[in-house]
């Protein structure tokens, strides 16, 4: 039986952390996709969990002029993730981007958390979905994930190693190491 299931991203979030780990030396996987400072995507991640994902939601933030937010609105909504259900079809939509301007360059803003939360606690309090996979490493998501699970939800979350607040890896139902999706693969020496 599928889990109806939302995946949100805190592209955000993502994005600093996954420039983090490059600048570390970490070398992107095959089919990442970056856009620096606005987000990354790679089609691994709703392939992590087999379940009923129906949207994919990605919150970011832009610098520059309408055009620019548009541009990338453009790009993230020209992504598209299939997910695969057990015995059923493989579900294919758009990513729906959710982007909001910011004024100058900087690694975090709070506009991105407070409509993320505020999305997730919608879903929450409905019978829409009863799965949210959150994607963030982001400790200050740890009161909305308990409510969520208040509600009788369901909570997936995947983070990268960089920046990655550790509680969150035991205060959900199940936690997927972003690192394996987004990076080829360190040598053994390294390792």
């Known amino acids: 039986m599928d889990i109806r299931t939302i995946l949100f991203v805190d592209g955000e979030n993502l994005v600093f952390r996954f420039q983090d780990e490059l600048k570390a030396g970490r070398t992107p996987a095959d089919?990442?996709?970056?856009?620096?400072?606005?987000?990354?995507?790679?089609?691994?991640?709703?392939?992590?969990?087999?379940?009923?994902?129906?949207?994919?939601?990605?919150?970011?933030?832009?610098?520059?002029?309408?055009?620019?937010?548009?541009?990338?609105?453009?790009?993230?909504?020209?992504?598209?993730?299939?997910?695969?259900?057990?015995g059923g079809p493989v579900i294919t939509g758009q990513v729906v981007p959710v982007v909001f301007k910011k004024l100058q360059?900087?690694?975090k803003t709070r506009v991105v958390d407070i409509h993320l939360i505020t999305d997730v606690l919608r879903y929450a309090h409905s019978d829409a979905a009863e799965l949210i996979y959150l994607v963030s490493g982001d400790q200050d998501y740890l009161p909305l994930i308990h409510e969520v699970m208040r509600q009788g939800k369901q909570v997936y979350i995947g983070a990268l190693s960089s920046g990655l607040a550790k509680p969150l890896t035991y205060n959900c139902d199940e936690f997927f190491d972003l690192d394996r999706v987004l990076f080829k693969p360190l040598p053994p020496a390294a390792a």
């Open 31 to 86: 089919g990442v996709i970056h856009e620096p400072d606005c987000f990354v995507w790679h089609p691994g991640i709703t392939h992590i969990s087999h379940f009923g994902l129906f949207r994919v939601c990605y919150y970011t933030t832009v610098t520059g002029d309408d055009s620019r937010l548009e541009s990338i609105k453009q790009k993230l909504a020209a992504i598209v993730f299939n997910a695969v259900t057990p």
């Open 105 to 107: 360059k900087s690694t």
